[in-house]
């Protein structure tokens, strides 16, 4: 008769490394998505001596195809000024609105935006790139 208890010995796995890689994936995750925007569109902007700062109230875009962006929604030049209107409803101080251009679009579209901005009575801000200047 055989009484002695065979002794085995129970696999465990030690994973407290394995929480600390986890826990900065999730910190570098998290960081991450807070500064990727979603909601930009791709343009080159134009280049300039000085820095142009405004409060934003809306951000319209120009892209090289002279397609017009109100934030990410595409809009055609004509609904312009009704667009606008809705956004600048919700200020209450003179609001701003930067135009945002890709550096081979036309003129004339940026001067029609701005014509339209001004007759609703906010500021006209063109955004440009200075980061070519030393």
Known sequence: MNIRKKLRSQPEMHTGALN????????????VSTLANPNVIKVSNPKAKAD????????????????????SEKILIADLENKLKAYL??????????????????????????????????????????SGLR
Request: hydrophobic letters at 50%; proline letters at 3%.
């Open 52 to 71: 142009t700062k405004a409060k934003q109230t809306v951000v319209i875009t120009v892209d090289k195809a002279q397609q017009l962006y109100i934030g």
């Open 89 to 130: 409803a919700k200020e209450t101080d003179k609001p701003s609105v930067v135009i945002n251009g890709d550096s081979t679009a036309h003129l004339g579209t940026a001067i029609q935006i701005m014509q339209v901005i001004k007759k609703l009575g906010a500021t006209p801000v063109m955004a440009v790139d200075n």
């Open 20 to 31: 600390d890689i986890l826990f900065i994936l999730l910190l570098f995750f998290l960081i």
